[in-house]
Nanobody, 126 residues
Framework: EVQLQASGGGLVQAGGSLRLSCVVS?????????LGWFRQAPGKEREGVSC????????YYAGSVKGRFTASRDNAKNTLYLQMNSLKPEDTAGYYC??????????????????WGQGTQVTVSS
């Protein structure tokens, strides 16, 4: 069973940095096409943040975070990361890691992600 557990959220001031982690297990590269980060603020639609390909490690970012956020993965630790720099109040949201089954591309589009981890809250104060 594919399992994901996100952690690392917290309260940070605008301009600060935070690194989220997502421990993943129960999958192989043949089973999973991509690992993604999503966020959702109360009353807002879920927004794709980034994804990283399971095959070659290539990444894709939403325009709102490109240049500020960096997704990476430590394969030895089966851990996905999201390094968030230059945080803004509008980045405040619950952040979720997710896995897309084989057959899909690496895009931060929620419908292709079948497995979701427990979210971790990120709050950026002004």
């Amino acid at each position: 069973e594919v399992q994901l557990q996100a952690s690392g959220g917290g309260l940070v001031q605008a301009g600060g940095s935070l690194r989220l982690s997502c421990v993943v297990s129960g999958f192989t590269f043949d089973d999973i096409a991509a690992l993604g980060w999503f966020r959702q603020a109360p009353g807002k639609e879920r927004e794709g943040v980034s994804c990283i390909s399971s095959s070659d490690g290539s990444t894709y970012y939403a325009g709102s975070v490109k240049g500020r956020f960096t997704a990476s993965r430590d394969n030895a630790k089966n851990t996905l990361y999201l390094q968030m720099n230059s945080l803004k109040p509008e980045d405040t949201a619950g952040y979720y890691c997710a896995a897309a089954p084989s057959g899909y591309g690496c895009y931060p589009i929620s419908p292709i992600y079948a497995y979701w981890g427990q979210g971790t809250q990120v709050t950026v104060s002004s």
